[in-house]
């Protein structure tokens, strides 16, 4: 990885999409933004906005936290996710990777918590939140 390629890491939700992004030197993974769109199946500004960000970021490689059940069998959510990713596919030229996702959640929860973030107002925040562990613990596993 080129010292200024970047890792894009998703957290796709129903009405949200986490973005985080890792440094220059590819070591942290920062919050980045919190994309939201009117209905689940409304994706071309999102999938836009996000080609913008890869390119305006110098993304090199995606990371969508895969949504599986705790008893790892797969779900809607899964469904949902591999679709949009299939979307995602034809409008982005870097490799697509899927992550399991499973309690990002609820530590981003406790993350935004024990940083005092009031619960009314973690909604903005926790997907991207969410978005920086998925990259997280994919980068970590990769070293």
Not at 16 to 25: E, P, R
Not at 96 to 112: F, G, S
Request: proline content about 2%; glycine content about 6%.
């Amino acid at each position: 990885m080129d010292l200024k390629d970047r890792i894009m890491g998703l957290d796709y939700g129903s009405k949200t999409i986490g973005v985080a992004i890792s440094d220059s030197l590819g070591l942290t993974a920062q919050p980045f933004e919190t994309i939201e769109r009117d209905k689940e199946n409304k994706l071309r500004r999102s999938l836009a906005r996000i080609a913008k960000i890869v390119e305006e970021n110098n993304i090199k490689e995606i990371v969508v936290g895969l949504p599986i059940n705790m008893n790892g069998k797969s779900n809607e959510r899964v469904a949902l996710t591999m679709e949009f990713v299939e979307k995602l596919k034809k409008r982005v030229d870097v490799p697509i990777v899927m992550q399991d996702e499973r309690l990002t959640t609820v530590e981003a929860d406790e993350i935004l918590d024990e940083s005092g973030v009031k619960k009314e107002n973690r909604k903005q925040f926790i997907d991207m939140v969410a978005a920086g562990i998925i990259l997280r613990e994919y980068m970590e596993k990769k070293k």
